[in-house]
């Protein structure tokens, strides 16, 4: 059965820095493109980041580019999502999810690539 796990979010202040982790089993880890993806309320579940099996290659949402590295460590089946510089706007579930698909720029952002996803964990940005 595959499992992703989040875990890391919580309260921070604008500005501020969050590193949020996913774990994975029950899939072949390094087989898959790990994806980041975030819902805030009364909102679609939007695209955050992707990065593919090797890790050599990274998309990113023109929202958060340049301030949230994606990550991962193919040892741990793990992938993280370093968040920098956060913003009020920048508050939402954030989810991980996993799928072995071929990533290219247009396929890494549809939320129907992926077949596994975690429950979520609740990022908040705030004063």
């Known amino acids: 059965q595959v499992q992703l796990v989040e875990s890391g979010g919580g309260l921070v202040q604008p500005g501020g820095s969050l590193r949020v982790s996913c774990s994975a089993s029950g899939l072949t880890f390094n087989e898959n493109t790990m994806g980041w993806f975030r819902q805030a309320p009364g909102k679609e579940r939007e695209f955050v980041a992707a990065?593919?099996?090797?890790?050599?290659?990274?998309w990113y949402a023109d929202s958060v580019k340049g301030r949230f590295t994606i990550s991962r460590d193919n040892a741990k089946n793990t992938v993280y999502l370093q968040m920098t510089s956060l913003k009020i706007e920048d508050t939402a579930v954030y989810y991980c999810?996993?799928?072995?698909?071929?990533?290219?720029?247009?396929?890494?952002?549809?939320?129907?690539?992926?077949?596994?996803w975690g429950q979520g964990t609740q990022v908040t940005v705030s004063s």
């Open positions: 999810a996993g799928g072995h698909f071929i990533p290219r720029a247009i396929t890494v952002r549809r939320l129907n690539e992926y077949g596994s």
């Open positions: 990065i593919s099996w090797s890790g050599s290659s990274t």
